[in-house]
C-alpha cells in the first residue's frame, strides 16, 4: 500500500510563505488529479488547489482563498506534490495534507479523493 507524506510546515509571520511537499511511495497513484486540502479543528476539510491532466502538469484549479497566492505544482520524476503559499494570513492557520486517487466529483470535494497524507501543520501568527 502506497504512502503520502507531506512536510514543509511550520510558524511563518504573516505575509509570509511556505513551500510545502507531498511525496509519493510505494504505489502508483495514477496521473490523473490530486490535490491540497486543509483543516481546521471543529470545521470541514477544505479544498485548496487541485491539479490534473498531462501527468499533473496540466490545470490547476484553486478555491477562492487560495487565488493568487497559492501555487500548486507537480514533479513526476521525484513523485512529489507541491504547494507554494505567500502572503499568508491569520486565516490559513491549518493542517495541510495532501490527496490522491481521485474518484470523481468536484476537484475540490474531499468525497473525491481516498488517498490521504497525516498532514504538515501551517501556523501563521501576527
Known amino acids: 500500500q502506497g504512502q503520502l507524506a507531506e512536510s514543509g510546515g511550520g510558524p511563518v509571520p504573516v505575509g509570509g510563505s511556505l513551500s510545502l511537499s507531498c511525496t509519493s511511495s510505494g504505489a502508483s497513484y495514477g496521473s490523473n488529479c490530486r490535490a491540497w486540502f486543509r483543516r481546521v479543528p471543529g470545521k470541514e476539510p477544505e479544498g485548496v488547489a487541485a491539479i490534473c491532466g498531462s501527468d499533473m502538469g496540466g490545470s490547476p484549479y484553486y478555491a477562492n482563498s487560495a487565488l493568487g497566492r497559492f501555487t500548486i505544482a507537480h514533479d513526476s520524476s521525484k513523485n512529489t506534490l507541491y504547494l507554494q503559499l505567500r502572503k499568508l494570513k491569520p486565516e490559513d492557520t491549518a493542517l495541510y495534507y495532501c490527496?490522491?486517487?481521485?474518484?470523481?466529483?468536484?476537484?475540490?470535494?474531499?468525497?473525491?479523493?481516498?488517498?490521504w497524507g497525516q498532514g504538515t501543520q501551517v501556523t501563521v501568527s501576527s
Open positions: 490527496a490522491a486517487n481521485y474518484r470523481g466529483g468536484h476537484l475540490l470535494s474531499a468525497a473525491g479523493y481516498n488517498a
